[in-house]
């Protein structure tokens, strides 16, 4: 399999014996090929999964859950990577560093939404799911299965300022 025939971005990072503050003096860049693409129509919200990818979606269709790790794909520039505070559009008048939001501009743009899963088509690559905030045509950086084991906090906590979100993702979402 040839992965020069996806579209590739890359992650830039700093090696810790290399990072000085407020300076990188090197970097080292890591390559990421998508898996798929976020597709978003009037039917509804899929992840549409390349053809090369598909057998990992094996047995995904018995869990309820998916965890989608995207790029943002629109906030992959000099502007956004370099935005380390801000004030998030959900808490007015707080400045907080970037890492304690789920902004999209951040330092390397990758977000993470964990959605339910409508169906899964191993053959088409197509996993139907609700609710993700992104966007259309957003690129899938990898899937993982929710294990409920492994990915809920029993006793999690937020800011004071944050208290008036909701304990559970709605229904009918908080995206797009």
């Known amino acids: 399999m040839r992965r020069d025939k996806f579209n590739k971005f890359s992650i830039v990072l700093p090696r810790k014996d290399e990072l000085k503050m407020n300076e990188f003096s090197k970097i080292e860049i890591f390559k990421l090929n998508p898996i798929g693409y976020v597709r978003r129509t009037a039917n509804g919200i899929r992840l549409e999964i390349l053809e090369p ?3 990992a ?3 995904l269709d018995h869990f309820s859950h998916v965890m989608v790790f995207w790029w943002a794909h629109k906030h992959d520039n000099d502007k956004s990577r370099s935005t380390l505070q801000c004030e998030p559009p959900y808490a007015r008048g707080k400045i907080t ?3 304690a939001t ?3 501009y951040r330092p390397n743009p990758i977000a993470m ?3 339910k899963i409508l169906k899964v088509d191993e053959e088409n690559g ?3 799911i609700t609710n993700i905030d992104a966007y259309d045509g957003t690129p899938i950086v990898d899937l993982k299965a929710y294990f409920p084991v492994c990915d809920r906090v029993k006793e999690a906590h937020i800011p004071e300022w944050l208290s008036d979100w909701p304990e559970w993702m709605p229904e009918e979402g908080i995206g797009l």
């Open 53 to 55: 990818f598909r057998p």
């Open 57 to 59: 979606l094996k047995q």
């Open 97 to 99: 560093g970037v890492f």
């Open 102 to 104: 789920r902004a999209e």
């Open 113 to 115: 939404t964990t959605c």
């Open 126 to 128: 197509i996993v139907g």
